[in-house]
Structures are given as C-alpha cells and as structure tokens.
C-alpha cells in the first residue's frame, strides 16, 4: 500500500472516530448500556441527615455533569447518580434518600466502606457547550451534584464566565455540600454567586420566589436546571418568560408526569431469539413494566428515559414516548424507543437490545 493511501486512511479513521465523539457530546443520543463495573466503597462521609457521599476505588473516563447506573445489590433495582465531582478529581457520588426510595435508603443507611457496588457508565448529556458568555444555574436537592461537577471543572479552568447559581434545599441543615460551595464561590474571585434558598426560610422555589431572584439576575447566554420536577416545571416557565431565546439545559432527577403510563390495556409481542412473545399491556402501565410483570428480564438503567438502557426497535406499531426522552430524532425516526417511559397506545411488535 502506497504512503499517500495510508495516509489517506489514518485521515479518514481520525475523522471518524472525531464525528462519534463529537455526537455523545453533542447530546440526545441514548447511549449503549456497557458491561457492569465493580467498584469498592472507600469512603462514606454523611453529609446531612439525608445524604451521604461515597468515594470509589476506581478511575472513569466521564464529562463534568454525567452519571453512572449503579446497583448496590443484585436483588436491587439500577438507579442514576450523578458524579459531584470533576473529572481527574477522585470519583464521588452524592446521594439523597428519597421518601420509600429503595435504593436512595440503602445507600445513605447501609453503605459501608469496602461494599462492592455494580456500575455502568458513564452516562448522560448535562454537558456545558462549549461557548458560554454567563450562566444561570438553578438547583434543587440533590440536583445540586453535576453543578458541582461543573464547578470543579470550572474551577480548575479559573472561572471563564460569570455565574449565578441558585440552590434550593429544605433547611439549613439540609443543604449538600454547602461548605463546598461556599469555597469555591470564595475561589472564583466574584466569579461565582450562589443564592441559597432554604424552604424553612424562604419558602419553596415557586414561580413567584424564583421570578423575584431573577429580578436582580443579568441576562444569561445559558441556563441549566437540575432537581425534582415540581421545581423543574417552575424554573423553566420563568426563565423562558424572563430570558428569551437563552439555550436551557436540563436534567431531571425525577419521573415527570408525562411519563406516567396512559395507554389503554393492549397486546404487544417482544422479539427475542427469532421467537415472538406476546404479553398485554394493562391501562396506565409502561411497557417495561408489563415485560417484567409477564416475566421477560429485559435491560434498564435508570428508568426515567435518561440513560438509553432499555432501548428496543419497532417492528411494527408504535410506543410512544415523551420529547425529552434521550434518543436523538434519528434513533426515533429508525424506530427506536425507550420501554421505560414507553405508552403502548395499540398492538406493537419490538425487538429487544438492538
Ligand atoms: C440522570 C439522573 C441522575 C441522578 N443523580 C442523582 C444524584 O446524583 N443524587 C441523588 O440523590 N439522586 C440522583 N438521581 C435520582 C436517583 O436516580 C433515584 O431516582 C433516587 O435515588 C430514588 O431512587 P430510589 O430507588 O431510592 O427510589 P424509588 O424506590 O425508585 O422510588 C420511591 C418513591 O420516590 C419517588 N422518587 C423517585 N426518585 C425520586 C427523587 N429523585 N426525588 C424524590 N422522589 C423520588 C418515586 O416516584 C417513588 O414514589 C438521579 C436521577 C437521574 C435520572
Ligand atoms: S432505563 Fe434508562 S432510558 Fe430506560
């Protein structure tokens, strides 16, 4: 082979391998699930009386803001945790315990140094763009874990753009990593406000609180939002009345109420092994549940539409499934769906782990 011909191919294969990793950071493309991981705890620090952070005797490749898949035990579910912490910095996982939440619980009771967790990962597309003039970040709860991913990352570039940072928690002593915070709002030299707000004091980040702290906040070039829905709903209709035509980036902690299942009970059939399976789907259920309720053990991650785990392909039918769901236009238009958020509104055939 010529030297112009290799050249020509290495050119070719650098041009590639720059288009996919150009597009996971782009955003809306459900990744892969990939292999489990098996880390070991090597640090639990209680943060609050709710939340606990862990650290990990393991290294990964991630973007400030994503999130691994994680299961404490095989008899538990997988669930989402962001990292809160930057990349380079050793790995740290915060997490909230949620009301009934099964593995929220276990991990800010039971977790213990030397626990072998299952991990997957990394995910997700709560990726700063890469231009950013000033930014407006508004958090609630433990949505505050990629901001601090961010943070770190922005610190360790000296505070490009100016930013205010609204965090939300229930009291005083509930707020997560709040001495953190307050470091780095010291580093960045003027750089970095954080505006708490606690719900004992303040009140809740309703639309009247939020849009009398945006009253004294200059226009951003981009706004990101990350924490329970209810808050979610709240800063998005007043940022948008308020900044217009500013990018928004989300990330939702929480089922929003639009993935609640809808459907009417139907018949749908899983292609597995050549074979096709039907099972029914009952009124309100989303798909993937109705495949376990009639015992297929398909793929999930976080169960919210946010990691591409359960990712199936239409044969025939649809699912139907909500816009801010992570698969890129592309994905849908080739007839990929995500099941976990999935609505069956008629019969569907699907095939599993395309
Ligand atoms: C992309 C992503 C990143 C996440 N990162 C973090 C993180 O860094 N730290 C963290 O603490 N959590 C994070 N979460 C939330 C986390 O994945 C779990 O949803 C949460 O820990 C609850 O799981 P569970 O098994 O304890 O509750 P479940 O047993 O699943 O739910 C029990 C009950 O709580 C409700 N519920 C579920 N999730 C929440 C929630 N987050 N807040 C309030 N109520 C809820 C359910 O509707 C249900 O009624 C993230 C979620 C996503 C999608
Ligand atoms: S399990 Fe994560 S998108 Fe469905």
């Known amino acids: 082979m010529s030297p112009v011909v290799i050249i020509a ?3 070719v294969v650098i041009i590639v391998v720059a288009v996919i990793a150009s597009r996971r950071a782009s955003g809306g493309t459900a990744e892969r699930p990939s292999a489990a991981m098996k880390w ?10 709710t939340t606990v952070s862990f650290g990990v005797d393991a290294t990964m490749d ?64 709560f990726v700063m763009p890469a231009i950013v003039t000033r930014g407006l970040f ?23 753009f100016a930013i205010t940072f609204i965090i939300g928690n229930r009291s005083a002593q509930e707020q ?21 707000v606690t719900d004992d004091v303040q009140g809740p980040l309703t639309k009247e609180l939020l849009g009398a702290l945006l009253e004294k906040v200059e226009a951003p070039s981009f706004i990101a939002l990350c924490g329970p829905e209810p808050m979610m709903v709240n800063a998005r209709e007043v940022t948008s009345a308020r900044f ?3 990018t928004v980036l989300e990330e939702k902690f ?7 299942g809808a459907g009417p009970g139907t018949t749908l059939e899983l292609v597995q092994d050549g074979k096709v399976k039907p099972f029914e789907v009952k009124p309100g259920e989303h798909v993937l549940a109705a495949a376990r309720r009639a015992g297929f053990d398909l793929p999930s991650g976080c169960e ?3 990691c591409g785990a359960c990712r199936v392909k239409l044969h025939e039918g649809d699912i139907q499934i909500p816009d801010d769901a992570c698969l890129s236009d592309a994905e849908k238009a080739q007839g990929y769906r995500l099941i976990c958020v999935g609505n069956a509104k008629g019969a569907a055939r699907f095939e599993s782990s395309p």
């Not at 070991?40 to 009386?49: H, I, L, M, S």
């Not at 508004?138 to 505070?159: C, E, M, Q, Y």
């Not at 709040?178 to 708490?196: M, N, R």
């Open 40 to 49: 070991t705890v090597t640090e639990v620090v209680r943060e609050t009386p």
């Open 254 to 260: 929480t089922p929003s109420a639009d993935v609640v």
């Open 9 to 11: 191919l290495v050119v």
């Open 304 to 306: 919210m539409g946010a």
């Open 138 to 160: 508004i958090a609630g709860g433990s949505g505050v874990t990629p901001f601090l991913s961010w943070l770190h990352a922005l610190d360790g570039r000296g505070w490009p």
């Open 244 to 246: 217009s035509g500013v």
């Open 62 to 125: 991630f973007q400030p803001g994503q999130f691994v898949l994680l299961r404490p035990k095989a008899e538990l579910h997988w669930r989402a945790y962001s990292f809160s912490r930057a990349p380079g910095q050793p790995l740290r996982l915060t997490v909230r315990r949620v009301e009934n939440g099964t593995v929220s619980t276990h991990l800010t009771s039971q977790l213990a140094v030397g626990d072998t967790l299952e991990v997957k990962g990394p995910y997700g597309h």
């Open 176 to 196: 997560i990593l709040k001495a953190e915070l307050d470091a780095l709002e010291a580093k960045s030299k003027g750089k970095l406000t954080c505006v708490h």
